[in-house]
């Protein structure tokens, strides 16, 4: 049996989860939630990591039922993400792997949200959606490479939300996708917003600036509601990255799509995905808020997998990286 | 470089303080022309100097390396194993 401790901070998430084997034997997590308005910011998310993640680690081990003795590795999370948050992650991973004498596992973390996607859902080869507020990217596995078929040439979908949360003051509470979410569904008019394709590539900057404006200046004429405009930002984007995603599997004749990421959770993408896969005779798989959304558990997972197939970063080589490609991570472990 | 920081910093026993040197040493000064970290052990000290061309930048890198100082301590008396 192989035991792996993950811990998860990249962005504003802070999360270490306990993986043996497949199984989860614990997840625990903490957000840093702003006020309605403002973003997280690195040095302010470093510092509310700093003081949540040694009791969320004692609290990990207890769930767990496990003490550092059954423990094989210690996963965490190199990159892609904001630097500061990253390095308090790293810096008590690599203070307990000596104290444990444990091997690290340094992790790419959209590696470990498509691992954890496989392992909850059982999916075996699907292309992926993987759509966060840090990263929008169309994936499909080929020869040891989780290989980018598209992406956004700008902003992240979930980040491109999150703004225009913040210009309508929506809650952050528990994200402000969620509370998107939940105001489209009193929309009733759909205004039309820029469509942006690029081959296989989106871009949200400029839907965004469009919004952004027409929130103010069509609210103040009431010419639509605040819902409207949620209602009509979620179709067009989601709409965007469903026709992305099909010409992915079109291309790769994939009968199997994967969502992960913290907007991969939100049900209307879910379900405008599920009805492309089925009209295309193929199985769409998707997780709750619990595994889509950044976590410590998706990190032991792809940690666990790395260190089966011999992938241990010496001490040395620890260092925490905001840029990390996805493709840049040797799939060894998959045939 | 014209400002200098020193700081000796004493931990319980040699190998506390080979395990934050360890882990500390990891992470480089992002800018190495304007700062300059270098550390060492000495028993169970940890020696650790700062050089820099500004008094601000000096502030700054040694204000968030005392912040990673004090996780690793904590972590230490968190999580060591008992004896």
Known sequence: MVVAVGFEGSANKVGVGIVRDGEVLSNVRDTYITPPGEGFQPSETARHHRAKVLDILRRALEEAKITPQDVDCICFTKGPGMAAPLTVMAVVARTVAQLWNKPLVGVNHCVGHIEMGRLITGAQNPTVLYVSGGNTQVIAYSRQCYRVFGETIDMAVGNCLDRFARVLKISNDPSPGYNIEQLAKEGKKFIQLPYVVKGMDVSFSGILSFIEKAARKKIAKGECTAADLCYSLQETVFAMLVEITERAMAHCGSQEVLIVGGVGCNKRLQEMMGVMAKERGAMLYATDMRFCIDNGAMIAQAGWEQFRSGGVTPLEDTWVTQRFRTDDVHVAWRE | ?83
């Open chain 2, 1 to 83: 470089m014209d400002y200098r920081l020193r700081l000796r910093v004493p931990f319980a026993s040699a190998q506390d303080a080979s395990i934050a040197l360890n882990t500390l040493v990891v992470d480089k000064e992002p800018k190495p022309d304007i700062c300059r970290r270098t550390m060492d052990v000495q028993d169970n000290t940890l020696l650790v100097t700062f050089e820099a061309t500004e008094l601000r930048t000096l502030r700054v890198a040694s204000a968030w390396f005392m912040d990673m100082l004090q996780l690793t301590c904590e972590t230490i008396d968190a999580f060591s194993l008992p004896a």
